[in-house]
């Protein structure tokens, strides 16, 4: 049975995270076999080149969206992850941005630097070791140095101007607007390294042996600039949408994310709640739960603009719904009617029976959007037990509150 309402608001977290050990490979040193653990053979530094078996746009035509589903192989790396874990992508510049700042900075895309004790062209460098597509605040404050510009000065010293201006600039962006005579070693030093870009993955490793899927969007978007509209991408959604071909391969890592994990239980019910590419761990909750027998219920709550563009996945839960291992779905496609309906509005729509799940135990998972989705369905879930429960709205955000605590309202948002 699960926890009453007063038992929720009163129970502490007194149990501590399942811990899973990792699979271990053989290694040779000094002739003598050692184990070593799965991770520590690939990792952000030593990532492991996954061919990619398939892609497939999920959207159909005429979306305004632009997802696709990406399937790689992990052959015999014994790679292995968990419902829930992210895979860590290592991508890479577009030639048309990395010629955009050699050119702005006036520099030779040929001239040799020394990284790391290798030296390697300015082009290799930026292409595949620093950040180009998102601007930073120190990346500014370095690029101030140079360019001794007080409206740099005016910028970095104004906190919300600066965020404001910082949104949607690239480095491009700045060479142009606050032009500086770079050196190839000066250049780089203004630069923060680039970072992996993280991805929910899409698949359980029961379902799909020796294969990792992921759930991208490309990002592709306008921005005003110096010497006018420019047209800009994601790094690694269209790394992996538009550079990297069926049989190409991603370097990549798992990344364990053990605060959003599937209950420890297979009798526990779950609710899922995940528009857009926040359905990704959810479809590998679902496989895992199907391949494993669970007996726990799973409700699943997905929103995109329109149906019959935007229904990711659409056959494979259908499918789901068909054999019962889906006990529930309600979708929300915002587009479809004259006011928009999101995924908080169906969750309000369900309200008794939410919080009846709730009370019987049901762990609550949320993904995606953290800047406003995500609040708007805790402010939902909040009205929900404030009204079914009939307490203060005081109560109900405790109750909320300690469901988190208790780990059984987990979040991964970005």
């Known amino acids: 049975m699960g926890q009453s309402l007063n038992e929720t608001l009163n129970e502490t977290l007194n149990t501590a995270l399942n811990k899973s050990n990792p699979l271990q490979s053989l290694a040779s040193v000094g002739g003598h076999a050692m184990v070593l653990p799965t991770a ?103 690029h101030a140095k140079y360019a001794e510009s007080q409206a740099i000065q005016t910028l970095l010293a104004d906190a919300s101007r600066l965020q404001e201006y910082l949104y949607g600039r690239d480095v491009l962006d700045v060479l142009h607007e606050f032009p500086v005579q770079y050196t190839p070693e000066t250049l780089l030093a203004t630069l923060r390294k680039l970072p992996p870009r993280l991805y929910s993955i899409a698949s359980s490793l029961k379902e799909h042996e ?19 509209t420019r047209r800009k991408q994601g790094l690694a959604s269209c790394f992996l949408a538009d550079r990297v071909p069926v049989n190409g391969c991603v370097k990549v890592f798992v990344e364990r994310n053990e605060g959003f994990k599937l209950p420890a239980h297979p009798d526990t019910d779950i609710i899922m709640v995940g528009p857009g590419t926040g359905i990704a761990p959810f479809r590998a909750f679902v496989e895992e739960r199907a391949a494993i027998g669970a007996t726990g219920r799973n409700w699943l709550f997905f929103g995109n603009p329109h149906f019959t563009t935007d229904f990711l996945y659409q056959t494979e839960w259908q499918q789901w719904l068909k054999k019962g291992v889906l006990t529930k ?65 005081e109560h109900a955000a405790e109750y909320v509150h300690t469901l988190k605590k208790r780990r059984r309202y987990l979040e991964d948002v970005y």
């Open 40 to 142: 520590a053979r690939y990792s952000k530094k030593q990532p492991f080149a996954a061919p990619v078996l398939e892609k497939i746009q999920l959207n159909g035509r005429g979306s305004v969206k632009e997802t696709y589903h990406l399937e790689l192989g992990l052959e015999e790396s014994g790679i292995v992850y968990e419902p829930g874990d992210a895979l860590g992508v290592i991508a890479e510049n577009s030639a048309a941005l990395v010629e955009g700042v050699v050119d702005a900075a006036k520099l030779s895309s040929d001239a040799l630097v020394s990284l790391d004790g290798t030296t390697i062209s300015l082009y290799e460098a930026l292409q595949t070791r620093y950040e180009l597509t998102v601007l930073t605040r120190h990346t500014l404050q370095e």
């Open 210 to 228: 020796r294969e990792v899927h992921l759930t991208v969007a490309a990002v592709r978007y306008e921005t005003p600039s110096a010497n006018g």
């Open 329 to 393: 779905l309600n979708v929300a496609f915002s587009r479809d009617q004259p006011e928009k309906l999101y995924v908080q509005h169906k969750l309000l729509a369900q309200s008794k029976e939410v919080f009846e799940w709730l009370e019987q135990g049901a762990s609550f998972y949320v993904c995606g959007d953290k800047n406003y989705m995500a609040k708007d369905v805790e402010a939902a879930l909040r009205h929900i037990v404030q009204h079914e429960a009939g307490i203060s709205a």
